[in-house]
């Protein structure tokens, strides 16, 4: 028992310190581990499962709208980092530079990609030349490194990994297009794989990615009230084309700049699941995501039969479930609050009295019901409540995010709001960036994203009291 009382403790309550609870969960269901390098993490077996079901989801659906994967190399000369100015200003705080190659100074420093940008603008260069090679939608799976000066696993570390697609395109229409179809896959997967509802919408010219020509966003709410960008797709118009000479032949035999996107989601999105689902008994994963969907969970497996009936259930289901079977000799106590703790959906109690009488405990991670169900209905049954968890994961997200999306009509409410009830808060703007600098020094509030569905909540922006151009998301954020 004491052990088990160990276990329990070693996680912070999320009343008492919402960052403490986020570092110790991370940490006690072996997410990740602290690397020798400041910022870096080691993504343990845990918490890469949970990334590689994400890039095969993502992979696929990627690839159902034509996109092929490439790989870019990981160092970019100086001169080509610096042919966009707005871009390499925007990305210079954070670029980690090689000027040394063995022994000797290099000619030219080499920086470790912080984003491809400017690699794919220079293949794009050399094999764009008539309106028969577009489109090239091409997307890579990669890390990153950008040199964060405050860092927090998933949420913000200094080497990271994601995909960035980069797309190329004959028309601003058809980049468009590809900007915000892309948008749309991310917010589709984030609600109905990882059950996090997003707030789609567009970023304000302050908030937009260096050099592009519009940013489009999903913005998720943590439990704690804070706002997480959890996936971006640009639209960068011909701006790189012009600073790349990236031009192709149309069907007049006229010289055209190609339009370009790109879009990105990262392994921040592990923050958001954590953030979003747990509780203090570690991680709630969703079922469509979690590495390990079922656990069975022997009890007093040193009897006759309990081992050899838990290994008999576990390859009637894994053809269906992605299942494990808990065979280690700790005792049945300590075995569920570690497979809490790592958040696996479900456990299925075994023991022999349940042998006996020809049924399972089925017990819910998120909720802790129990259900008694008979071998014979198992299958169909454990899929029901998969399924009932995954939606009611998603209901129980949405109710939290609506609960605390406030309204503010002028300065004073909004700061008070910002102040005392943590969450978004839905406000509208003049569209002056000397309104959102304002609001950003008093409140420490930033523009979360313009959303796609306007509201007019009032006809003045929240800030200045000048006539409201757009209603904007605004929140704390990560």
């Given at each position: 028992?004491?052990?088990?009382k160990?276990?329990?403790?070693a996680?912070?309550s999320?009343?008492?310190?919402?960052?403490?609870?986020?570092?110790?969960?991370?940490?006690?269901?072996?997410?990740?581990?602290?690397?020798s390098?400041?910022?870096?993490?080691?993504?343990?077996?845990?918490?890469?499962?949970?990334?590689?079901?994400?890039?095969?989801?993502?992979?696929?659906?990627?690839?159902?709208?034509?996109?092929?994967?490439?790989?870019?190399?990981?160092?970019?000369p100086?001169?080509?980092?610096?042919r966009?100015?707005?871009h390499?200003?925007?990305?210079?705080?954070?670029?980690?530079?090689?000027?040394?190659g063995?022994?000797?100074?290099?000619?030219?420093k080499?920086?470790?990609?912080?984003?491809?940008?400017?690699?794919?603008?220079?293949?794009?260069?050399?094999?764009?030349?008539?309106?028969?090679?577009?489109?090239?939608?091409?997307?890579?799976?990669?890390?990153?490194?950008?040199?964060?000066?405050?860092?927090?696993?998933?949420?913000?570390?200094?080497?990271?990994?994601?995909?960035?697609?980069?797309?190329?395109?004959?028309?601003?229409?058809?980049?468009?297009?590809?900007?915000?179809?892309?948008?749309?896959?991310?917010?589709d997967?984030?609600?109905n794989?990882?059950?996090?509802?997003?707030?789609?919408?567009?970023?304000?010219?302050?908030?937009?990615?260096?050099?592009?020509?519009?940013?489009?966003?999903?913005?998720?709410l943590?439990?704690?009230?804070?706002?997480?960008?959890?996936?971006?797709?640009?639209?960068?118009?011909?701006?790189?084309?012009k600073?790349?000479?990236?031009?192709?032949?149309?069907?007049?035999?006229?010289?055209?700049?190609?339009?370009q996107?790109?879009?990105?989601?990262?392994?921040?999105?592990?923050?958001?699941?954590i953030?979003?689902?747990?509780?203090?008994?570690?991680?709630?994963?969703?079922?469509?995501?979690?590495?390990?969907?079922?656990?069975?969970?022997?009890?007093?497996?040193?009897?006759?039969?309990?081992?050899?009936?838990?290994?008999?259930?576990?390859?009637t289901?894994?053809?269906?479930?992605?299942?494990?079977?808990?065979?280690?000799?700790?005792?049945?106590?300590?075995k569920?609050?570690?497979?809490?703790?790592?958040?696996?959906?479900?456990?299925?109690?075994?023991?022999?009295?349940?042998?006996?009488?020809?049924?399972?405990?089925?017990?819910?991670?998120?909720?802790?019901?129990?259900?008694?169900?008979?071998?014979?209905?198992?299958?169909?049954?454990?899929?029901?409540?998969?399924?009932?968890?995954?939606?009611e994961?998603?209901?129980?997200?949405?109710?939290?995010?609506?609960?605390?999306t406030?309204?503010?009509?002028?300065?004073?409410?909004?700061?008070?709001t910002?102040?005392?009830?943590?969450?978004?808060?839905?406000?509208?703007?003049?569209?002056?960036?000397?309104?959102?600098?304002?609001?950003?020094?008093?409140?420490?509030?930033?523009?979360?994203?313009?959303?796609?569905?306007?509201?007019?909540?009032?006809k003045?922006?929240?800030?200045?009291?000048?006539?409201?151009?757009?209603?904007?998301?605004?929140?704390?954020?990560?």
């Amino acid at each position: 028992m004491a052990n088990e009382k160990k276990l329990v403790e070693a996680i912070t309550s999320m009343e008492e310190d919402f960052a403490q609870w986020y570092t110790d969960v991370v940490k006690k269901a072996e997410l990740i581990d602290y690397a020798s390098v400041r910022g870096c993490m080691i993504l343990r077996p845990n918490g890469y499962a949970i990334w590689e079901n994400i890039q095969k989801v993502l992979d696929a659906k990627f690839k159902e709208t034509g996109v092929e994967n490439v790989y870019m190399p990981l160092l970019i000369p100086e001169s080509l980092l610096q042919r966009e100015k707005d871009h390499v200003e925007g990305f210079a705080p954070e670029v980690a530079w090689v000027t040394q190659g063995g022994l000797e100074p290099l000619t030219e420093k080499l920086c470790i990609r912080p984003t491809s940008e400017t690699l794919f603008c220079d293949f794009y260069s050399n094999i764009i030349q008539s309106h028969r090679d577009l489109p090239k939608v091409y997307n890579q799976w990669c890390s990153v490194v950008r040199w964060e000066k405050t860092t927090r696993p998933f949420l913000r570390t200094m080497e990271f990994l994601w995909q960035e697609g980069h797309t190329a395109h004959a028309t601003a229409i058809e980049a468009e297009e590809r900007t915000v179809q892309m948008l749309n896959i991310y917010a589709d997967f984030c609600e109905n794989y990882l059950a996090i509802p997003m707030v789609k919408g567009r970023k304000t010219d302050k908030e937009k990615f260096a050099g592009a020509h519009a940013t489009y966003t999903i913005e998720a709410l943590m439990h704690d009230g804070k706002a997480l960008q959890s996936g971006t797709s640009h639209n960068f118009g011909d701006g790189f084309a012009k600073a790349f000479n990236i031009q192709y032949t149309d069907k007049e035999n006229k010289l055209q700049y190609v339009h370009q996107t790109s879009w990105g989601l990262t392994t921040r999105i592990i923050g958001a699941i954590i953030m979003v689902h747990g509780d203090n008994s570690g991680l709630v994963l969703p079922p469509m995501i979690a590495p390990t969907q079922v656990m069975v969970v022997p009890i007093a497996q040193h009897k006759e039969g309990v081992l050899d009936k838990a290994y008999e259930l576990k390859k009637t289901l894994e053809s269906n479930f992605r299942v494990k079977v808990d065979d280690s000799d700790k005792s049945p106590g300590w075995k569920f609050s570690e497979q809490e703790m790592r958040g696996i959906p479900v456990r299925i109690e075994l023991g022999p009295k349940d042998i006996e009488a020809n049924q399972a405990v089925i017990v819910r991670r998120d909720t802790r019901e129990k259900i008694i169900v008979s071998f014979d209905e198992l299958e169909v049954k454990l899929d029901e409540i998969l399924k009932t968890m995954q939606k009611e994961m998603l209901e129980r997200a949405r109710t939290h995010r609506d609960a605390h999306t406030y309204v503010a009509t002028n300065f004073e409410e909004f700061k008070d709001t910002i102040q005392n009830k943590p969450g978004f808060v839905k406000a509208m703007w003049c569209g002056d960036v000397a309104c959102e600098d304002k609001i950003k020094e008093e409140t420490s509030a930033t523009s979360r994203c313009m959303p796609f569905e306007q509201e007019e909540v009032a006809k003045t922006c929240v800030c200045c009291g000048k006539p409201a151009k757009s209603m904007v998301y605004w929140g704390k954020a990560y």
